[in-house]
T-cell receptor
Framework: ETGVTQTPRHLVMGMTNKKSLKCEQHLGHNAMYWYKQSAKKPLELMFV???????ENNSVPSRFSPECPNSSHLFLHLHTLQPEDSALYLC????????????FGPGTRLTVT | AQSVTQPDIHITVSEGASLELRCNYS??????LFWYVQSPGQGLQLLLK??????LVQGIKGFEAEFKRSQSSFNLRKPSVHWSDAAEYFC????????????FGTGTSLTVIP
């Protein structure tokens, strides 16, 4: 595996379900990110981790809970979601904190019913 | 606050024609600028970046972009478009003062007709 991988690629869940998104980067990077991509809106940065420590939380609702057990893995735990949370969730990584270019995974297409 | 504007929501060009996608940013100091491309069902791929130096930057797949400070612009160009260039294109801006924060535009969807 190379680059940034995300699983699952597609997820349909009810509002009462609990699920998790997984991201893994094989680039030796130290920073990882979660973005939300909705139609016709700019990418929204949700969370940033640098050396496993959370450095950014852009006022994301608590029904989204990130976890970064090491620099290569990032999870997004989901519970009690709303239909408006349906979107493409993208994971990215970069060499470090600061303005290094970010490398993106293919995303998880989430549908909340 | 930083912001990025991509005025063109959708552009259609003929294969072999030239292309220019517009990007304007709002930021007080010299920004870091990026162009990404997203094909259907895929994540974003970096086309090129500008941090400093020569204002004309070359990227992958034959793309280039020019940073114009006076116009707060970073337009993406390609002299001859191929059908495989059909995708969504995103401009992004960051800066030394924003840490990990990138600001993305809403994207421009490119259709290439034979």
């Amino acid at each position: 595996e190379t680059g940034v991988t995300q699983t699952p690629r597609h997820l349909v869940m009810g509002m009462t379900n609990k699920k998790s998104l997984k991201c893994e980067q094989h680039l030796g990077h130290n920073a990882m990110y979660w973005y939300k991509q909705s139609a016709k809106k700019p990418l929204e940065l949700m969370f940033v981790y640098n050396f496993k420590e959370q450095t950014e939380n852009n006022s994301v609702p608590s029904r989204f809970s990130p976890e970064c057990p090491n620099s290569s893995h990032l999870f997004l735990h989901l519970h009690t979601l709303q239909p408006e949370d349906s979107a493409l969730y993208l994971c990215a990584s970069s060499q470090g904190q600061g303005n290094y270019e970010q490398y993106f995974g293919p995303g998880t297409r989430l549908t909340v019913t | 606050a930083q912001s990025v504007t991509q005025p063109d929501i959708h552009i259609t060009v003929s294969e072999g024609a030239s292309l220019e996608l517009r990007c304007n940013y709002s930021y007080g100091a010299t920004p870091y600028l990026f162009w990404y491309v997203q094909s259907p069902g895929q994540g974003l791929q970096l086309l090129l970046k500008y941090f400093s130096g020569d204002t004309l930057v070359q990227g992958i797949k034959g793309f280039e972009a020019e940073f114009k400070r006076s116009q707060s612009s970073f337009n993406l160009r390609k002299p001859s478009v191929h059908w495989s260039d059909a995708a969504e294109y995103f401009c992004a801006v960051g800066s030394p003062n924003t840490g990990n924060q990138f600001y993305f535009g809403t994207g421009t969807s490119l259709t290439v007709i034979p």
